[in-house]
């Protein structure tokens, strides 16, 4: 399985500026809810780095620290 951090990054980075873009259009509504957005993508590229990490450690752990 292909652990994707890109996405959700790609995808926090286009709440944000939707966030910005309704901002500048005085929409609060809309900015709120991109900002919402952004943080739940944030947490999921948080928990995928995590995930990532972990992995490496455990590989670290079994083959040693050769790539």
Do not use: F
């Amino acid at each position: 399985m292909i652990i994707d951090y890109a996405y959700p990054t790609m995808m926090a980075e286009r709440a944000l500026n939707e966030l910005h873009r309704a901002m500048l259009k005085r929409d609060y509504n809309t900015a709120m809810e991109q900002a919402l957005e952004a943080a739940t993508q944030c947490r999921i590229i948080s928990a995928t780095l995590r995930e990532m990490a972990e992995k490496e450690r455990e590989r670290i752990n079994a083959y040693g620290n050769t790539v």
